[in-house]
């Protein structure tokens, strides 16, 4: 995702012609995009993504197991 930002970034930069981008070819800035697109095509690939997405599941899992429990040890109720 930083990748895909970051040609955005120099994209407009190149076609507002500001700073040293305004002078660069515009193979270098594809090259950021191809990088992204090759990024990506590993990530979904190699299993990455589902795992990045398996640990995010299991953490939520976690966070709410332990605010259930929290919620049902004895004092905590309110009256």
Excluded: F, H, N
Excluded at 8 to 35: D, N
């Amino acid at each position: 995702m930083y990748l895909l930002g970051l040609a955005i970034l120099l994209s407009l930069l190149k076609v507002a012609e500001i700073g040293p981008v305004a002078v660069w070819s515009w193979w270098v800035i594809l090259g950021v995009y191809g990088a992204a697109a090759a990024w990506w095509a590993w990530a979904d690939a190699s299993g990455y993504t589902k795992r990045k997405a398996m640990d995010k599941m299991d953490q939520r899992k976690k966070e709410r197991i332990e605010r259930q429990k929290k919620a049902l040890a004895p004092g905590s109720r309110r009256r």
